[in-house]
């Protein structure tokens, strides 16, 4: 019905930058907020960040001034940017999306696969 598709995730070493990327596709009415969301091993899944229909964006203290989140509302596609990346950064990366369906009535959580993102020299 609908498929969350990410890409870009890779190594980098520290200091380096990546660019991730979230396109949606399927049976879709709207699309309200985007966002990501990241899982290291061992620890809980954390919020990176989000941005609304709207632009207005929210982002985790720790990717405050590194990251920079972004959305192409035609091509319903997420993006993050990430620079001055670091070790602690080392983690599954997964899209979100709050959509509702042609079929639904409501708006749904759905997730991306995941991709990995791992900084290391």
């Known amino acids: 019905q609908v498929q969350l598709l990410e890409s870009g995730g890779g190594l980098v070493q520290p200091g380096g930058s990546l660019r991730l990327s979230c396109a949606a596709s399927g049976s879709i009415f709207s699309i309200s907020a985007m966002g990501w969301y990241r899982q290291a091993p061992g620890k809980q899944r954390e919020l990176v960040a989000t941005?609304?229909?709207?632009?207005?964006?929210n982002y985790a203290d720790s990717v405050k001034g590194r990251f920079t989140i972004s959305r192409d509302n035609a091509k319903n596609t997420v993006f993050l940017q990430m620079n001055s990346l670091r070790s602690e950064d080392t983690a599954v990366y997964s899209c979100?999306?709050?959509?509702?369906?042609?079929?639904?009535?409501?708006?749904?959580?759905?997730w991306g696969q995941g991709t990995q993102v791992t900084v290391s020299s």
């Open positions: 941005i609304t229909n709207g632009g207005l964006t």
């Open positions: 979100n999306m709050k959509i509702r369906t042609t079929f639904s009535t409501g708006f749904y959580d759905y």
